[in-house]
């Protein structure tokens, strides 16, 4: 039977049941908190952000989760450091120039601090000269850090970085640390053949189009023959007066 969990991740717990890292001490990872064989993550989330995870011990649903093709939509609350101002916005919105390409165009909007907010530990770093905003932003693509990386190309760094949805399921009601199992939906199949490309339509068509039309050099060909079999025209010389 298919299980669907939905986790919401404490910061610096890795996204991993095992920490294959090569540093002293060992890291925290979802072991510590999700005692259920067989699971595994449907896509990822830092060490370094909080919030919603999706875990499943059915290939097929981890694909249509987390593959980038099904264009899921997630959401994030954003803490950035700064105000942003309706330009900072309408960049997000529309896409913004990053090392490996345009990011698509998002959602986003300023919000209110997220009513259910935890404590996070440790604490972010503010400075008292500088206040901090929340935005909501919904993408669907998953860049590298492509949330850190957006806010901070408009100006804004990101302070904290929690995920609040993926598709339909999103993190309420769920304290931090706490996990529980979901209803699993139906996993749309492939595509009906009545859906498909006729392929043997289209190949008929391509060669009725290349019969009539041929490629340049079939066509000069064809032409130098029809030109040998005709008589050649004598020119007609006119003799000064």
């Not at 993550?41 to 290939?59: Q, V």
């Not at 440790?122 to 993408?139: D, E, G, H, V, Y």
């Not at 999103?170 to 749309?188: A, H, M, N, R």
């Not at 032409?223 to 005709?230: S, V």
Request: charged share 25%.
């Amino acid at each position: 039977m298919t299980r669907l969990i939905r986790f919401n991740k404490p910061y610096d717990v890795l996204p991993q049941f095992t920490d294959s890292g090569s540093q002293g001490s060992a890291r925290p990872t979802l072991s510590a908190y999700i005692n259920c064989p067989g699971v595994y993550a449907a896509g990822r989330l830092d060490r370094d952000s909080e919030g919603l995870m999706l875990l499943t011990d059915n290939g097929r649903l981890q694909a249509w989760i987390s593959d980038p093709q099904h264009k899921m939509a997630k959401t994030y609350w954003v803490q950035v450091e700064g105000e942003p101002d309706s330009r900072a916005l309408a960049a997000l919105q529309q896409g913004v120039a990053l090392k490996d390409g345009m990011t698509r165009p998002a959602k986003a909007h300023l919000m209110e601090a997220p009513a259910q907010l935890w404590q996070r530990e440790p604490p972010i770093r503010t400075r008292k000269s500088i206040p901090t905003s929340w935005i909501s932003l919904t993408l669907k693509e998953g860049k590298n850090r492509q949330v850190r990386r957006m806010t901070a190309a408009v100006g804004f760094p990101t302070l904290r970085l929690i995920r609040y949805s993926i598709g339909v399921w999103t993190l309420d009601g769920l304290p931090q640390g706490s996990w529980e199992d979901l209803e699993v939906p139906s996993i749309p199949g492939p595509a009906k053949p009545s859906q498909l490309p006729n392929r043997r339509a289209q190949q008929k068509r391509n060669k009725e189009g290349q019969d009539q039309e041929g490629n340049p050099s079939e066509r000069n060909a064809t032409a130098r023959q029809k030109q040998r079999g005709k008589p050649r025209r004598r020119s007609r010389s006119t003799k000064p007066n």
